[in-house]
């Protein structure tokens, strides 16, 4: 397993969203309700940046040429390739993230 980087909670945004930089990968990291989901920030269709899409419940729509990625798994819902998805979950008032 990959080690975990700590982000705190507060470096979330009013809208539960921020890009942190882990071993040289920018990586959009959201909060949706009490999960906290983890994915590259560059789209795979054009690497347009995920951080700017629409949430609607479990799915992430990139702003630009509207792919939809299924936050829980990075699997696309509209579109032919899968958004780089890491492990992330709450620990008290920290974000781990896995990435290898």
């Not at 979330?12 to 040289?24: D, E, H, K, Q, S």
Request: aromatic share 8%.
């Amino acid at each position: 397993m990959a080690p975990w980087h700590r982000v705190p909670l507060a470096a979330l945004g009013a809208n539960g969203r921020a890009v942190v930089n882990i071993a040289g990968r920018k990586v959009a990291v959201f909060r949706v309700g009490e999960s906290v989901y983890a994915l590259d920030n560059a789209c795979p269709h054009e690497g347009n940046p995920l951080i700017e899409g629409e949430i609607a419940g479990d799915t992430l729509t990139c702003a630009y040429h509207l792919w939809r990625f299924d936050l829980a798994t990075g699997a696309c819902l509209s579109g032919d390739q899968p958004a780089r998805r890491y492990a992330a979950d709450i620990d008290g008032d920290e974000i781990r993230i896995a990435v290898a």
